[in-house]
Structure formats: structure tokens, C-alpha cells
């Protein structure tokens, strides 16, 4: 019995299709796949489920039960049986697991919550899906495996009938995975059914039934899993030519300026879990070192563990130019000549509300003004220069920071680290959420400044351009080093292998 | 950096990049919004409408004290313009440090207390010599910023939690020490610094050196932009750069040096120059060092400040350690004005000063906000107080109407933000 069925959906934001006709269908009691690499459309399209990209805003047409439905919201694709359970959970920490699992649906009369009723309900639910909880502890409390559970318990009191699980074992230990697959079982004996995003193809062939991979916005293929094996599987998620809009560059590498051996990265707020695990990498001058790996590998957990700004505990040894340096804060690593620019410009890459100028000159200041009195003028005429040789569209430096395009606020911060004068510049998703215009002028900029000699370290979730920017590929996986290829031998396959923890090689 | 190599120059966009000199009120943001023909940066649009603001203010008083003794009215005659600048002086200089500590996203409510407790010691150590209780006063004012900044910065306490403990119990320290006394202030240079006036010939002398600096800081500005290759204000605007401040010291001096009834000989309040050294410090500091850059980029965004290698706790303590060494100031100014030190001495003073700023363009959420409007926003609040109070307004209207302006005003900041 077909359940649900999404007719050619097309979804698009400004200047990115997410998805082009993508059409997917789940029959109750089963468990469908969906794979697919970062940014291949995944959560876009389980987003448009959801109701969180309300009728209207997308193409297609969703069907359940043999019914077209026009969803304005979550709350009404909730009421029609679906619920969608997060990578970033949404249960409020202060609150019970009963509180959590009904809120705003607290049974009431009189609008006075009716608590027994309450705590029972939920003792209940967690007792069907064997979890020996306490409905009356706070959400708080639970490590971050049990509150997945405590997350499908509060879908299951919805009477979900569609249950999506957005890399639900993540976070999880090995028996808390163990935990979720047995619940898993049981609800598909219930009928419901269930879509299961994951990067861990070996955990998807364990549940599923059907997969079905996507790419770049478009389904390549749907299958029963007893017809498909993990390398075919890889070869439909990576299969692109990797177009020529990376130019071809031949970099002069140099000796090894920078080295970092032994780096591990805890987590700050579980203790004793390890984000990045005893990695080592090396980096000539004028090369590109490409970091690879899927959502969580611990790629930025790693470079911020380096430059001193990650929250956990960080141990391992940096060597640069040879000497070893030690790196408290990030600046430490400034002064020793190491840039980041990092991830989500926004949030930790901008001022938003002040200029370009003094964005571009934050993290070199003292360098380019003065220890103490700044001079601005001497400010302008660099950061004039910089705006120049990046290209950046704005009327002068001293437009506001916040009311630049994404492309154009993405080369506001390279230029600020470039004129910090590094010697190594790591480079953290520096095209996410960039037309493909001012990505291209990006790429262009790293492989000119490859070539004046500055060591790059590019982390990036899309494989193409990892793979057409570096001379050398470092796969991770899980907080441990999988794989490292040379640029001849990067395919995306063998990438892709190593990055879903199918194989590993040693380079 | 060097051009790409693969680039030739003529392929590049035209380089129309205009590394113009930002104006006084525009440095830090250059929004620009539609004022009939002309494109203004917001923030120059906001003082522009503060300084509109408190001349209709200016000019409503003035009609209102228009009498057969003052024909042209008496609320800026010196005689009571004096008397507000006095009044703005301790209310300015607290709104100086209350500034830093709000750009960097912080607050300090404590500072009424302080001013009462420093102001307090510095009476009570009169016997130790001049020295010693003008010291002590600054002294104790930088302690107790120290003490909270490091509590906020190191130890991760709210700043409004920290200083709101603070404001309870400074004042009780204030009590313990003086067991609820008055104590008057004896030693005449002390009691000069709240009352007395600069004498004209010195006042002049004062604004001779004011115009000097500034010909001084505009032609070495531009001959510093020649040098780095940046356009050069044309020989007309730079005089106007020189003109206008110049004429404004030149009046303001002339002003309060004009002999009145009340002082036969006229002259500048020995406040009000403090209070201008004290704004032209804070001005320098936000303004032109990485010290002042960095508060306004820990306001803005702590975590790409965080991560531009930039000491957050560091700053944050600066912060509150400058605003406590003003606090010291502020507190021999009101005490020396009063004439003894009181144990209520300085109630509500940190409001006034959290008023003053923010009336002045300054958002609480940090990163935003100048002297110069802090300034205006103290300007605006004396001369509120002052002006009801010769029109015999009651105490009680005087609050509300106080109180209704502070909303109104950041309910036009808000108004305007949403359509720029």
C-alpha cells in the first residue's frame, strides 16, 4: 500500500535549484533510503514534507493516502501524519520527557493541564518502545542518544504514520544504535513508514528496503536494497563529471610550511567523545590540501582545534616552518601566520553591521594601522587594494558589511585574513551558499594564491570542488583519517569510499 | 596581494571603488538612505535628526522664557545656559564610560552607587591633603570596574547581573561608611571643580589652541591620504572642514564668557572643560585605536571578534575599568557641585547615563553607537530637566515627559531602521 508519494518536486532559492523534479514514494511498514551528498537535497526535500517550506514556495505535488495535500505549515503536515525528527533536536532541555513529548497538545480540561494524564500517557509510550525512563526527568538530563528516542517517542503520540529520521544515529553510541534499530523493527511491523537519510551506507542496507539516491536535486535512481551493493550505491551518488569550471592549475609546491600530528579534538559537551582522533597532515608552500568528508567527520572541528577557537579539549603538536609553535587562542596562530577563514560567514566571519573596511582589517589591524592610535587611511588604502585585486562589487569600503551578496561578503572575509600575511590559510566551506558566478572567481583566487606560494588547507562539503581545487586529499570519517590521495588518483568513488567508511587507503 | 597573474587589468570592472574619508558620524556604518534627492548614510541621518530634535527643544524653551528681562528669552542666555551645562557635566562624563561598556555588548548599573561611594571617601579623606582624596575617589572607581569587569569577563557573571548587585551594595558600603552622614566638602581647589569658571582670558586662550588643532589634525589628514594615494578633499572643503568647527568654539566661548548678573566676570565652568577633555578622550579612543575598534567588533559579533584572534575578556575588563576611573571622575565633579558628599549621593545616575546613550543612537545589544551622540543624548536630557524646571513644571511631569522621550526616541531609531 503506497502511502506517501512526492510527484516531481522542484524547489528552488535564489540562484540554486535545490530540486529539479525529484519524485519519491513510501509504502507503510517500510523503511526508504534516502542518500545522496552534502547538499544533494535531502534535507530540502524533506523540509518540503514537512511543512516547513509551506505550499506554494515549491513545485510538485504531495500525495498521501491517494490525496493531494497543501501543507501551510508544520503544524499541518503534523496533523496529517508526518513528523520529521531533526539532526539538531527540538526538545526543550529544562523540561520533563512528558512536558517535551506533549507539549502544546497538553491533555487539559478548563485549560488546567491534567498532569496524571499526562505522565501516565507518556509512561506508556515509553514503555512500548522498551525505554526504562522516567517521564518525569528533564530532557537534560538524557545524553543525546536518549533524547533521539524521547524524540520518536513524542512522534509516535502523534500518531505518526510517517516518521522521517534525518541522520538519526549520529550522535549515537553503538548500543543506543542497537536500541533504535529495535524500535525501528517495531514500527514497521505497526505500518508505519519510515524515511531514513544516513551517510552510513552500512547501516542503511541493514534497514532499508528500498534506497534511493539523489543528486544534485534530481533522483538518479530508486532500487530495492537487495538489488544494489555499496559500491554501486557510491558510484550513483558521486557520478558527475567534474565539470571544467575548476581551471587548470599547476601548482609549484615548496617545503613543508606547515604540520599538525596527533590532533585530537573532544567534545565539549560529552565528555570523553572524540571529534577528531590522532589526524596528522602536512601542507607545502603553494599547495592545496583538500580535506574531504561527510557532514560530522569532524573537518571543522579539526582546523578550529588547530587555530585554538574550538570549546573542547585539544591536544597535538603544530609544527610551522619547521618549528614547533603552540596555539592557545587564534592569536597565537595569527602571529605565527596562520589564517582561517571560516565557515558561515555570518555568524563567525562578519560584523555585520559595520564596513568592509573594518571587517577586512578586524583580524590584521594592529599590522596594518598602528599598535594602539589606527590610522585609517592607511586602513583604506589596503583595504582599497584588496577590494580591488578580489573583485569585491560594492560602492567603497565603506559600505556596510551586512548589504553585500553572499559572494561578495565571502571575499570581504578572505580578504581580511589575507591581510593578516599568512603563511598557511585554512579555507572552510568558502563557497557554501554563493551564486556559482562568485564561486568560480573564488576558485580563481585560491589557485592564484597557491601559486604566489600561500600553503591552502580548503575543507568543503562538495566533492567536486574538492577534488578539482587540491593536489592532495585527506579523507575523514568519523573523526579519524580514511583515506589520502593524490590529484591523479582523487576519483570520486575512492573519495566517497573512504568518506563513507567503506574502505580506507593510505596515500 | 598581487593581481592575478592571469588577469589583464583592463578585463577588471571599472575601478570606481571610492575610498572616500567617512564623516565624523559615519564611520562605523555607511547605510545610506533617501533624503529627498540626496543619499545620506542612516547614521549621519540619525544625528542629524538628534541635533534637529534638540534645537526644536532649544527653541521651545527659549519662546517659554521670553519676560520683560530677557526679551529674547533666558533658557540660553548664560546666565541658565551655564547652569545646564553644569547640570549635563557629571551625567556627560558617566555616559563617556557608560558608552564603551554598552558597545562591547555589556552594561553597568552600578554606576549611581559608585559615584556615591567614591565621591563619599574622597570627603572623608579631605583631612589626607587635596591629593589623596581627589586620588582616592578615581582610585576606588577603577577598583570596583576592575573587580566587576573580571567578574563579567573571567568569571561569566551577566555585566547586568553583576553591576545590579553592585548598585545594592555599593550603596550599603556607602552607609556603612558614613553611618548615614553628610559630609561636607572643605578644601577650596575641590570645591572649585564643581563651581568654578575658567577666566575669559584663558577661556580664549583654550579655543585659540582648539582651532589650532584642528588646521593642524585636517591638513595632516589629507596630506596623509596623498601619501597612501586616496582622494584629497578639495581645497574648498577642507576649508569648510576648518570653517565650521571653528566658528562654533569661537561662539560657544564668546557665549560663556559674556559677564552676567550672576558672575561679573563670565567664563567656561571648570565642569563643562572637563566634560569636553572627557568626550575628546572617548571620542579619540572609540574612534581612532584598535582599543575602540575592537570594543565595537565584540559588540557586533563576539565570535568572529573571538576568532580574529581578538581577547575578548580582555577588552570587556578595559571597558569597565576606563567607565570606573570616570566613574571616580564624575563623582568629585557632583560632590565638588553639591558641596558635600550625601548618602543618597548619585541615585539614578546610572539611568541617566544608559539614557543619554541610547537617546543618543546606542544599542544595548552592543556594537553600535558613538560619543558624539552620547553627548547629544545628555544634552537632550539637561536640557529637558533644566528647561521644566525655569518653567516651573511639576517634579512629577518632569519624569514622564523625561521618561516619554527616552521611548519616542528609540521608537524613531527603530522606525527608521526598519525602512533603510
Redesign the interface.
Known sequence: MILLEMRDITKSFPGVRALDGVSFDLRAGELHALVGENGAGKSTLMKVLGGVYPHGTYGGEIVIDGEVRRFAGVREAEDAGIAVIYQELSLIKELSIGENIFLGREPRRLGVIRWEELYSRAQRLLDELQLPLDPRTPVGRLGIGQQQLVEIAKALSQEARILVLDEPTAALTDAEVETLFRIIRGLKARGVGMIYISHKLDEVFRTSERITVLRDGRTVGTDLTSALDEPRVIARMVGREVGDIFPEAAHERGDVIFEARGMTVEDPNVRGKLLVENVSFSVRRGEVLGIAGLMGAGRSDLLMGIFGAHAGRTTGEVYVAGRRIHIRRPSDAIRHGVGFVTEDRKRYGLVLEQTILNNMTLAGLRRLSGRFVTDVDAEAAAGGRAMKDLRVKANSVFTVAGTLSGGNQQKVVLAKWLLTNPRVLFLDEPTRGIDVGAKQEIYGHINRLAQEGLAIVLVSSELPEVLGLSDRVLVLHEGHVTGEFRRAEATPEAVMACATGHTRRAA | ??????EPAAD??P????????DAA??????TARLGGFRVPTETLRAYTMVFALVAIWAFFQWQTISEMFPWGLFLHPVNFTNLLKQMAVTGVLAVGMLMVIVAGQIDLSVGSVVGLAGGVAAMTQDQGLVVSLAAAVVIGVAIGAFQGALVAYANIPAFIVTLGGLLAWRGVILWLTRGETKPVYLTPFRALGVDLVAPTAGYALAALAVAAVVWLTLR?NS??R????SVPSLGATAARIFVPTVLILVFIYMMNTPTRANAQGGVPLPVIVLLGVALLGAFLTQ???????L??IG??P?????????LRRHILAAFCLLGALVGVASLMHTARVGAATPDAGSLMELDAIAACVIGGTSLMG??GTVFGAMLGALIMASLDNGMSLLGVQNATQYVVKGAVLVAAVGFDMLGRRKG
Open positions: 596581494m598581487s593581481r592575478p597573474a592571469n577588471r570592472p575601478a570606481n571603488v571610492d575610498v572616500a574619508p567617512p559615519g564611520t562605523t556604518g555607511a547605510v589628514r596623509a591620504r601619501r597612501h594615494g586616496l581612532n585605536t584598535t582599543f575602540g575598534r575592537y565595537y567588533a557586533g559579533n565570535d568572529a571578534a573571538r576568532l580574529s584572534g581578538i581577547s556594537g553600535r
